[in-house]
């Protein structure tokens, strides 16, 4: 019995050192296995292993490496922390404009003041002319031929006439000339002219005339100035063409002999007048020209009408003086400018009517029977385009 209850005792004992384990070992299971979740994660894991000991049975081990003697525990933690933060800021700033340049109206504009330069051109070609036609001397004298050269527009040239009957003389001349004004610049301007002067001699002193002729200018080097102003500052251009110039005339007019040192006339003349230009552009590279122009080619014209009268008398026997002068008026004016103007388009000028003074003079000194030594002068006074112009010079005029 006794050894019944003993071993029953040893049977006990073991059950409730088995249930202590068991215990024990759910306690540790459940503790490892709480988990907090959040931004932050932790898990342990802790085994033991429980080894009965004979010698000792109210007493045991654990080990996870037998043999070792030592205890093991494994113990994992893991954290994470995830923050996310995400600030947009958009910020928009308008650019600063570029300035427009402005000027384009201004260039336009400067393409009227072409066509007043290209009319000033006619103008002068014109009172060039005339020279070559004896308008400084006498409307009746006799055979001469006269060499001259002119300053204020440079010019020199040959002009005389030669009677062809009693009634009918011809006119002519030819000169080399270069001239400006007003903007604009003619160099390598041949100019020839020539005229027939019906005089009606056999009704006496007093008596009508009429002339018919022409000046022509074939070829003429030009050299245009183009200016305006743009917000970029002041624009001033040179272009360079070629043009040529023709005109015809017609002149009726009344003369007296009051003496044999006087004469007088007076008379009315009708023009025509022909330009050609050729087309041309701004100049390339211009360091500033925004509103750039093409210039295409063509005719400006014109119709005159001259109302004048003129005085020569002979001082003493040695000294000539011829004075002349008269009232000249324009119309139906067309430039023949067609421009093609960035920032305007086509641009078209127009030129109204205009009227304007001439005059003219002569200083002729008699240095022996037959020779003349001439001062004369010719110019214009007026509103722009015409404006003042003055042309003077010396001749050497030999009679015959």
Not at 133 to 141: F, K, P, Y
Not at 232 to 245: E, I, K, M
Not at 268 to 277: A, D, G, P, S, T
């Amino acid at each position: 019995m006794t050894k019944i209850s003993r071993g029953w005792f040893v049977f006990g004992t073991m059950l409730v050192a088995m249930s202590l384990f068991f215990v024990r070992g759910e306690s540790g299971i459940a503790h490892a296995a709480s988990t907090s979740c959040g931004t932050s994660t932790s898990s342990s894991t802790s085994t033991s292993t429980g080894t009965y000991n004979p010698d000792n049975p109210n007493s045991y081990y654990s080990e996870t490496n037998p043999g070792t003697g030592c205890s093991t525990s494994t113990s994992t933690s893991s954290s994470t922390s995830t923050s996310t933060s995400s600030s947009t800021s958009t910020s928009t700033s308008t650019p600063t404009p570029t300035p427009t340049t402005t000027g384009a109206d201004s260039s336009g504009n400067s393409i009227n003041d072409l066509a007043k330069q290209r009319f000033n051109q006619m103008i002068t070609n014109r009172v060039l002319g005339t020279v070559l036609l004896g308008i400084n001397e006498q409307v009746n004298c006799s055979d001469c031929v006269s060499a001259f050269g002119s300053a204020g527009s440079f010019s020199a040239g040959i002009h005389g006439r030669k009677s062809l009957t009693d009634n009918l003389s011809l006119l002519a001349g030819i000169a080399y000339t270069q001239y400006s004004e007003g903007g604009y610049s003619v160099t390598s301007a041949p100019i020839t002219a020539f005229a027939l002067r019906y005089d009606f001699v056999d009704w006496g002193s007093s008596r009508p005339f009429f002339d018919i002729g022409t000046i022509l200018t074939p070829y003429e080097k030009v050299r245009y100035t183009r200016s305006y102003t743009t917000s970029l500052g002041a624009v001033s251009l040179d272009s360079q063409t070629t043009a040529s110039n023709y005109a015809v005339y017609g002149r009726a007019g009344w003369m007296s002999r009051l003496s044999q040192r006087d004469e007088v006339a007076a008379s009315v003349e009708v023009w025509q007048l022909w330009q050609r230009v050729a087309g041309y552009t701004d100049p390339a590279g211009a360091p500033l020209n925004p509103f750039d122009a093409t210039i295409a080619g063509g005719t400006d014209r014109t119709t005159l009408v001259k109302v004048g009268g003129q005085w020569t008398h002979l001082f003493g026997s040695s000294v000539e003086a011829n004075v002349n002068g008269g009232w000249v008026q324009s119309f139906g004016a067309h430039s023949g400018i067609v421009a093609t103007v960035t920032g305007n388009g086509t641009v078209v000028p127009t030129m109204g009517n205009q009227g304007w003074f001439e005059y003219g003079g002569r200083l002729g000194f008699r240095i022996t029977k037959g020779w003349v030594a001439d001062l004369f002068l010719n110019g214009t006074a007026g509103p722009q385009p015409v404006g003042n112009t003055l042309h003077g010079g010396v001749g050497l005029r030999i009679s015959y």
